[in-house]
Each structure stands twice: as structure tokens, then as C-alpha cells.
């Protein structure tokens, strides 16, 4: 619902078919069952988590230097994103909840856990932060 307010009329390319020009419009770097930890959904097979989410994005970044070739307007495009970060459930769903998998429940308490949760997210959210600015700077 999002993307349609803002005038998106399709989705945007997942990170492992975005190539080109399609990044200009935008990346989906989602995975089902990842969480802010990275060992989060791992009995449920492959999945993508955070910390390698925010690398494909160092990635695209990178991408988008070279594309556009003028360091001024890849800053304007870079400070017109938006980002839209979905996460935490499946920390608890599939991890916390999941003693025959995970330790987690084990090694804190509800309350323990919320609170390494929150600081884990704000220490990733940080690293977008100032991986965009860090690489602007080239």
C-alpha cells in the first residue's frame, strides 16, 4: 500500500535480478524467514538476513556510482530514498518461540531479549546510514 501512495504502479526488483537501470527505480532486498539476528529462520533453509541485506545494498550502491557516472546526482538520488524496513517477528517466531532449534529462549529473558533486539536494529540501521554516506564520498 505503501509503494502504491507513493505512485509506484509495479514492484520493485528483487536484489538477485536487479541489473542496469532497473536500480534506479528502486531494490527488494526482503527474505522470507530472516530476522535482525543472522542465525534467525535458519532451520527453515535459505533466507537472507539483515546484516546480508544491508551489504546487498552497499552493493546496489556501488552500482549506482558507476551507472550514473556523476557523483551529484547519485547523492540526489541516493538522499530521495526511502526506506521501508519490515523485521523483528521472525526473531521471535522463528527463533525465540523455537527452543528445539535455538538457545535464544534459554540465554534471555523476554524482556533481555527485546532489548539485544533493539540495540542489534539500531547498530544495523546506523550501518545504512553511514554506509550511504561513507560511499558517497568516493
Known sequence: MLAENLGFTSSMPPFAESQGENILNGVN???GAAGIRDETGKHQGDRISLDKQIQNHKIIIVRLFRLMRNNTETKLLLNRCIY???IGSNDYINNYFKPEFY???RLFTPLQYATLLVQ???NQ???IDTSSVSIKML
Do not use: C, E
Request: hydrophobic share 35%; charged share 5%; proline share 0%.
Open 103 to 105: 538457545n535464544t529462549s
Open 120 to 122: 542489534q536494529l539500531s
Open 84 to 86: 521501508s524496513i519490515q
Open 125 to 127: 540501521i546506523k550501518v
Open 29 to 31: 532486498y526482503a527474505s
